[in-house]
């Protein structure tokens, strides 16, 4: 069956992508939280890798790991010399995750493929589906290594050896598993489809977010060093608790996002006292900051003021510090001509659509710069994400599938 304007009227099988999203959310869940775990290149990820090559390869795509272990499969084109528009985002996760995160975006990919497929439809350019290696960062910082190393943003070796809390390092990690290749696809387009991760879709009923843009993303790791005391003995001005430094810029980190105001958001996401005793003033406290700001003027004041801030709480409390940035993605506008193509794909099914900006980072922020490129938000229920309520009902898993779908037709 045929549109209008002669393309084939298909529509994906809703039941086939939550069965294979559902697949994947059994893999490295914890029945004790209700969240899986498949942190980057662990077993679980490995398990997961596995899963998507599988299925890759049944359905006869040309399956390539890249040297930092992104995964690619390429659906052929009937014109050689065409780059495949590629679609795609990742399968790891952070802790205790829901099952949407990076694997709607892949697993709706391999659904547009398996609907091309069964249709028997032919395309003049490529289709690559990609799962990018590391998206989360939760293991090993900077997050997003397979898009970093990808776009040649960030060498090899940089990103190899970033190592984990236990002091191995990314590329004994890869080896480990079994994923560090030598292949590479090129990317003449990229789609990612994704949860929204935040409120508004839901808040607003609207089945399809178009995301014109990505705000920018920076993080830091830092220590503050005190004195380790008795917690009975030690008088309280005579103390240099660290962790009450990191508890101070927590709080102060908090009041610079509400000053700057226009969508600034802080986070301090991690941290650990030592010795971590209920009897002993912490003499030592590690922490991780998040600051995000979508404009640049204000990402900038933003990042100074957060160092400047690490800097001013220790000093205050008499404790020693280090800090280091460990991530950076700028803010990204992307192409016009992408987003109008989703808007206009998402009326042409009878689809409301608002244009936004993503308060997660994402794949599609390094992809942006090489090549044009969009992303498809589908609603969060109660904007929920990055924890086991993670939940999008299937009717809005299918819509946003179905406009990842018809937006490919109309670039192959
Ligand atoms: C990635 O999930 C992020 O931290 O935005
Ligand atoms: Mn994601
Ligand atoms: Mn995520």
Known sequence: MNDDKGRPDLRINGERLVSSIKEMGSIGFDPETGGRTRLALSDADKKGRDLLCRWMHEEGLDVKIDQIGNIFGVREGTDP????????SHIDTVRDAGMFDGVYGVFGGLEVIRTLNENKVRTRKPLALAAFTNEEGARFQPDMMGSLFYTGTVGLEELLSSKDENGLTAADELDRIGYRGSGTVRAGRYIELHIEQGPRLYAEGLPIGVVRG???LAWWAGEYCGESNHAGSTPMDMRKDALLGVAELAAEAEKLALRLGNGSVATMGKISPKPDIINIIPGKCSFTLDFRQFEKSLFEEGKGEIERLITACAEKRGLKYNFRKVAEAPAVVFDSGMVELAERVSARLGLASKRMVSGASHDAQFLSPFCPTVMIFVPSKDGRSH????????EDLEN????LLHSVLELV
Do not use: D, F, K
Request: with cysteine; glycine share 14%; charged share 15%.
């Open 214 to 216: 990505i705000q920018g």
């Open 387 to 394: 924890c086991p309520e993670e939940w999008t009902e299937a």
């Open 400 to 403: 946003g599938c179905n406009v």
């Open 81 to 88: 010399s065409e780059l495949p528009v590629m679609v795609g």
